[in-house]
């Protein structure tokens, strides 16, 4: 067996020109100029796999032989120079200790943690060492530590350095999109700050995948009126450099300052682009289709009220509360309380709630309160009881729907999928509740004998209605989405250009029908689809240049968010972090916490380890 370090293999300098490579001073493993990432043989094969597949935009924008790719390769070799000014031979110490703290202050922010938790993390780097290691190994680990500069001051600064690399990272990245798409959400923290949050989804060009991360968050200072929302949003686009015009769609919370018809954020950014497609976020709007009756309301108020009574009036009554269910050998030691801001808390609340009932309703007789006994006498009513079996059956069916689209990076093909299937088993439950109750298993233990199910067949009816009213006419047609889920199953061609079209103004319907047979027919791509996802076939298989109509219409769709569901993680991330720094925290670093703790970029540690070491030689 050949071992490749007596090839003695060289670097040619053709490289470079070719395919963005050098190979750095005292080094076997060439090095990209483009991203600064090393292959691991000097090897033709290696540099040219990398470039081809990680940069194929690149070789678009700076042609061979061309004078401005000429002039590229000039400005990365003095960038890379200068960061690495002081490494012509190897890493010195002191560099590999300004890396580890950048990789420290990159995982407590990846953590959410406080900026002063490194001086933590020192005493159990200290702690480990001493532990592990004897003589003169520890005293030189312990050395080694004790160089790496740690304090929450440095930290703050690394963390800056971290987040502004990630921000270069996803600019440059945006800019070279060939489109874009907005979720947006106005929240209030915990601290009664109104905050503007934008997330932004795309194509990455390099990496051929979709990318999504915070575009920018900023506080609103007094009012959150449409005009200042519009404001927020185009200061922030400013600053990152894109054009209102390049952003395709735009996704919100459906809020009256968002979405209102003249003076809402949505209808004056449609002035600035009249073809920007806009519409409400799916999860929200399958939230409200769930309104309850006046008869269910009320007995899913009075058991949030039981709850409560049970779980917050009295420290002292919870306390004997849960020693009574740990001495009944319950199912569960405890109640859950509802939350008005959790889409799934009222559903978890109530089931919670269905599988200790007996033992409550036993604890109740117990107390000698009028709530209790109110509470009680309701827990003993027969009927009220049956509605409570069917709400905790139906809500659970609600949650199902809502947990399956929850997640980051689900496009909203994904989503109204989930929801054409969900209007599907509504059908299904409203045959079953006229028959043996399989989807209903509370209901049917709680129901005995001949009673009016009339009530719970009207209720889904009701939802099957609400359904069809806000999504049958919803902006993407059915054919467009099965454009993203399956194009080989398109059998009404005209009819997918004509909804193509309704959609995408720019789209040319004649192109678009002769592409789609072309596809259809192509059998080597058929099988690539039956054994990759989605997006990756849209991105990474089709070949643009046969494709171009069909690959841009679904770019475009692809980049649509489905729901704001990002932005509520992210305003998550906020209160977590704002929680633990309470009012020490300025906008813009909790802006930047945000930023390092949310973004799918990794910091180019290197890189900047090499930066920091130069300017403090300097």
Same mark, same amino acid.
């Given at each position: 067996?050949?071992?490749?370090?007596?090839?003695?293999?060289?670097?040619?300098?053709?490289?470079?020109?070719?395919?963005?490579?050098?190979?750095?001073?005292?080094?076997?493993?060439?090095?990209?100029?483009?991203?600064?990432?090393?292959?691991?043989?000097?090897?033709?094969?290696?540099?040219?796999?990398?470039?081809?597949?990680?940069?194929?935009?690149?070789?678009?924008?700076?042609?061979?032989?061309?004078?401005?790719?000429?002039?590229?390769?000039?400005?990365?070799?003095?960038?890379?120079?200068?960061?690495?000014?002081?490494?012509?031979?190897?890493?010195?110490?002191?560099?590999?200790?300004?890396?580890?703290?950048?990789?420290?202050?990159?995982?407590?922010?990846?953590?959410?943690?406080?900026?002063?938790?490194?001086?933590?993390?020192?005493?159990?780097?200290?702690?480990?060492?001493?532990?592990?290691?004897?003589?003169?190994?520890?005293?030189?680990?312990?050395?080694?530590?004790?160089?790496?500069?740690?304090?929450?001051?440095?930290?703050?600064?690394?963390?800056?350095?971290?987040?502004?690399?990630?921000?270069?990272?996803?600019?440059?990245?945006?800019?070279?999109?060939?489109?874009?798409?907005?979720?947006?959400?106005?929240?209030?923290?915990?601290?009664?700050?109104?905050?503007?949050?934008?997330?932004?989804?795309?194509?990455?060009?390099?990496?051929?995948?979709?990318?999504?991360?915070?575009?920018?968050?900023?506080?609103?200072?007094?009012?959150?009126?449409?005009?200042?929302?519009?404001?927020?949003?185009?200061?922030?686009?400013?600053?990152?450099?894109?054009?209102?015009?390049?952003?395709?769609?735009?996704?919100?919370?459906?809020?009256?300052?968002?979405?209102?018809?003249?003076?809402?954020?949505?209808?004056?950014?449609?002035?600035?682009?009249?073809?920007?497609?806009?519409?409400?976020?799916?999860?929200?709007?399958?939230?409200?289709?769930?309104?309850?009756?006046?008869?269910?309301?009320?007995?899913?108020?009075?058991?949030?009220?039981?709850?409560?009574?049970?779980?917050? &009036?009295?420290?002292?009554?919870?306390?004997?509360? /849960?020693? @009574?269910?740990?001495?009944? *050998?319950?199912?569960?030691? %405890? $109640?859950?309380?509802?939350?008005?801001?959790?889409?799934?808390?009222?559903?978890?609340?109530?089931?919670?709630?269905?599988?200790?009932?007996?033992?409550?309703?036993?604890?109740?007789?117990?107390?000698?309160?009028?709530?209790?006994?109110?509470?009680?006498?309701?827990?003993?009513?027969?009927?009220?009881?049956?509605?409570?079996?069917?709400?905790?059956?139906?809500?659970?069916?609600?949650?199902?729907?809502?947990?399956?689209?929850?997640?980051?990076?689900? &496009?909203?093909?994904?989503?109204?999928?989930?929801? /054409?299937? @969900?209007?599907?088993?509504? *059908?299904?439950?409203?045959? %079953? $509740?006229?028959?043996?109750?399989?989807?209903?298993?509370?209901?049917?233990?709680?129901?005995?004998?001949?009673?009016?199910?009339?009530?719970?067949?009207?209720?889904?009816?009701?939802?099957?209605?609400?359904?069809?009213?806000?999504?049958?006419?919803?902006?993407?047609?059915?054919?467009?989405?099965?454009?993203?889920?399956?194009?080989?199953?398109?059998?009404?061609?005209?009819?997918?250009?004509?909804?193509?079209?309704?959609?995408?103004?720019?789209?040319?319907?004649?192109?678009?029908?002769?592409?789609?047979?072309?596809?259809?027919?192509?059998?080597?791509?058929?099988?690539?689809?039956?054994?990759?996802?989605?997006?990756?076939?849209?991105?990474?298989?089709?070949?643009?240049?046969?494709?171009?109509?069909?690959?841009?219409?679904?770019?475009?769709?692809?980049?649509?968010?489905?729901?704001?569901?990002?932005?509520?993680?992210?305003?998550?991330?906020?209160?977590?972090?704002?929680?633990?720094?309470?009012?020490?925290?300025?906008?813009?670093?909790?802006?930047?916490?945000?930023?390092?703790?949310?973004?799918?970029?990794?910091?180019?540690?290197?890189?900047?380890?090499?930066?920091?070491?130069?300017?403090?030689?300097?």
């Amino acid at each position: 067996m050949r071992k490749v370090d007596a090839e003695n293999r060289t670097f040619k300098d053709e490289w470079t020109d070719k395919y963005m490579f050098i190979l750095p001073a005292a080094s076997s493993k060439p090095l990209c100029l483009i991203c600064c990432e090393n292959v691991a043989l000097i090897k033709s094969g290696n540099v040219k796999r990398h470039y081809e597949t990680k940069h194929g935009s690149f070789e678009e924008m700076y042609p061979q032989k061309s004078a401005v790719r000429a002039s590229k390769i000039i400005e990365l070799k003095a960038q890379y120079d200068r960061s690495t000014r002081v490494i012509t031979h190897a890493f010195t110490g002191q560099q590999r200790a300004n890396e580890c703290s950048l990789k420290i202050a990159w995982i407590l922010a990846q953590h959410k943690k406080a900026f002063s938790d490194v001086t933590v993390v020192k005493e159990c780097l200290n702690a480990a060492a001493e532990t592990l290691l004897d003589g003169k190994l520890k005293d030189d680990m312990c050395e080694k530590i004790k160089k790496i500069p740690l304090s929450a001051t440095t930290t703050t600064r690394k963390t800056e350095l971290l987040a502004e690399d990630v921000l270069a990272q996803l600019d440059a990245a945006v800019q070279n999109a060939v489109c874009i798409s907005l979720a947006i959400d106005e929240s209030t923290d915990v601290t009664d700050n109104a905050q503007l949050l934008v997330y932004v989804r795309f194509p990455h060009k390099e990496k051929k995948e979709m990318c999504e991360d915070m575009l920018g968050s900023t506080p609103l200072e007094t009012h959150t009126r449409g005009e200042d929302i519009y404001e927020g949003i185009k200061e922030m686009l400013t600053k990152r450099k894109i054009n209102l015009k390049q952003v395709v769609s735009v996704t919100t919370d459906g809020a009256p300052a968002m979405v209102g018809r003249e003076k809402g954020a949505v209808a004056r950014m449609k002035q600035d682009n009249p073809d920007l497609i806009a519409y409400h976020c799916i999860i929200h709007q399958t939230v409200l289709c769930a309104i309850l009756s006046e008869e269910f309301a009320e007995v899913m108020n009075t058991m949030m009220k039981l709850i409560n009574f049970l779980r917050a &009036s009295s420290s002292h009554q919870h306390r004997l509360l /849960r020693e @009574f269910l740990k001495e009944m *050998d319950a199912d569960a030691n %405890d $109640l859950l309380l509802h939350n008005n801001v959790r889409w799934l808390s009222k559903g978890n609340a109530l089931e919670r709630f269905w599988s200790i009932r007996k033992e409550i309703a036993a604890f109740l007789q117990q107390l000698k309160s009028q709530k209790a006994t109110q509470f009680a006498n309701f827990l003993q009513d027969k009927h009220k009881m049956d509605v409570v079996a069917f709400l905790v059956d139906i809500t659970g069916h609600l949650n199902e729907l809502n947990l399956k689209l929850q997640g980051q990076k689900n &496009s909203i093909c994904d989503l109204m999928k989930t929801v /054409r299937s @969900f209007q599907i088993k509504l *059908d299904i439950f409203k045959e %079953d $509740l006229q028959a043996e109750c399989e989807h209903f298993p509370q209901m049917r233990e709680q129901i005995q004998g001949e009673r009016d199910i009339s009530p719970y067949v009207g209720f889904i009816d009701k939802l099957i209605g609400n359904f069809c009213q806000r999504f049958d006419c919803f902006n993407l047609g059915h054919q467009l989405l099965l454009l993203i889920e399956n194009p080989f199953l398109i059998r009404e061609i005209r009819g997918f250009s004509k909804e193509v079209t309704q959609t995408f103004k720019w789209a040319h319907p004649g192109s678009l029908q002769l592409e789609l047979t072309d596809l259809q027919a192509d059998v080597a791509l058929r099988r690539h689809f039956e054994t990759t996802d989605s997006a990756t076939f849209w991105l990474q298989i089709v070949p643009e240049t046969m494709f171009p109509g069909l690959t841009k219409v679904a770019l475009h769709t692809l980049t649509m968010f489905g729901s704001t569901y990002s932005c509520e993680t992210a305003f998550s991330t906020m209160n977590i972090i704002k929680t633990k720094y309470r009012s020490r925290l300025t906008n813009e670093h909790l802006h930047m916490s945000m930023r390092l703790a949310l973004t799918p970029f990794k910091p180019r540690f290197k890189l900047l380890a090499g930066q920091l070491h130069a300017h403090f030689s300097h």
